[in-house]
């Protein structure tokens, strides 16, 4: 029998690095993607999914994120004394419903293995999801919706893949494939971070999983990998010996908001994609070409 995905792991305790010094003082998922951070887009899609529970695993000096989904009442009544309804419900579409969300402190950034690991008694003994929220996917039905449909087909690991950009396998996680044919296929490995050259496959992780709890134990005994950090894909490789994986070339486009001109395209983006906005991003951002 294939057990329902009703939990999500979204871990934001990264240090967000590569979008300093932006994401000094607020963190790298509130940066803006748009007129909303980029972690609102992330909720909607686990939602679209039928996500009932998210966990985010969080880092020191990240209050914010939780304070981004509770609710701000001196915002709010101003809002309804001056009559602007139309953003009164869109500040309360964000607001997290009761018992939806759940945050779990990750004392030091070890790395996403270990992050993930966090969460281990919160998700307990079913499969859950796993979003990186700072890879945000554009696409219909969203990307976790589509691993969730893939999912009831075959059980097991999922996880989302996209082609890289040619030259740039080696800075992600790539999958080996037994055979591909269509967009779902059984998958044989997983390197994270392979050397130019020695790539398995173009089809690196995107930042989607669906995953079973019988990583939480391998996590647990998981030393450190690529970048001295508890890498996921070492555990996942280690489940792979037991239990199967798919990779799904999701159909969408990932941009990756850890990095600032990927976050720069995001923004764009996400404005053309606005119908309300849409005319008027594209006269600003053809102006300034
Ligand atoms: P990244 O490697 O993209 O995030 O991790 P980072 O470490 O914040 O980025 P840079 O390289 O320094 O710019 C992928 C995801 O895993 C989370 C990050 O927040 C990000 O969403 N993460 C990573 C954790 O939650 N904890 C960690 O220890 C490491």
């Known amino acids: 029998m294939i057990r329902p995905v009703r939990k999500a792991v979204l871990p934001v305790a990264g240090l967000g690095t590569r979008v300093l010094p932006a994401g000094k003082a607020t963190p790298k998922n509130l940066l803006n993607v748009f007129d909303r951070p980029i972690l609102s887009y992330v909720v909607a899609e686990a939602r679209a999914a039928g996500i009932e529970h998210m966990v985010f695993i969080m880092g020191r000096g990240q209050e914010a994120i939780e304070a981004y989904f509770d609710n701000n009442p001196e915002l709010e009544s101003t809002l309804e004394a001056k009559g602007k309804t139309d953003l009164l419900d869109e500040v309360r579409a964000e607001l997290a419903r009761p018992g939806e969300m759940s945050f779990v402190r990750q004392m030091a950034p070890l790395g996403l293995g270990h992050a993930v690991g966090c969460a281990r008694d919160v998700i307990g003994d079913e499969p859950f999801a796993v979003l990186l929220p700072d890879m945000l996917m554009a696409a219909q039905p969203g990307a976790l919706a589509q691993c969730v449909a893939a999912y009831g087909q075959v059980g097991g690991n999922v996880v989302a893949v996209e082609p890289a950009p040619p030259g740039e396998a080696h800075k992600y996680g790539i999958v080996a494939l037994d055979g591909q044919s269509g967009r779902l296929n ?69 941009y990756d908001c850890g990095d600032k001109i990927g976050l720069l395209r995001a923004n764009v983006a996400f404005a053309l994609m606005r119908p309300d906005l849409a005319e008027a991003a594209r006269a600003a951002v053809t102006a300034l070409l």
């Open 186 to 254: 059984r998958m044989t490995g997983m390197v994270e971070k392979p050397p130019p050259g020695t790539e398995p496959s173009n089809l690196f992780i995107s930042g989607r999983y669906i995953l079973q709890p019988e990583i939480f134990e391998l996590l647990e005994s998981q030393g450190s990998g690529a970048g001295g950090e508890i890498q996921l894909t070492d555990a996942m490789v280690r489940l792979m010996a037991t239990q199967s994986f798919h990779a799904l070339e999701y159909e969408g486009t990932t």
